[in-house]
């Protein structure tokens, strides 16, 4: 089992499809049991990779990141 910890506004991948956004005013921890065969990344391995940050996600202004982390105060990535 895979045990993460995320901040607000961080995501993860697992396989091509599917996308996890946190939206909290605190760290969360996540655990993630998946196939071997299935990929789950962390965002920021994603995107040091050479990856497109995922298009559904929310961009979360940095002066906000800290604050609570509410979908309203974010701006939808286009």
Not at 45 to 62: D, F, H, I, T
């Amino acid at each position: 089992m895979l045990s993460l910890q995320f901040k607000d506004g961080e995501y993860l991948t697992i396989g091509e499809d599917l996308v996890i956004q946190v939206f909290c005013n605190s760290t969360i921890r996540l655990s993630v049991q998946a196939p071997k065969e299935m990929t789950v990344l962390r965002g920021e391995v994603l995107e040091r990779n050479g990856k497109a940050r995922p298009a559904c996600l929310y961009n979360m202004p940095p002066e906000k990141k800290r604050k609570a982390g509410r979908i309203k105060t974010a701006e939808r990535v286009e």
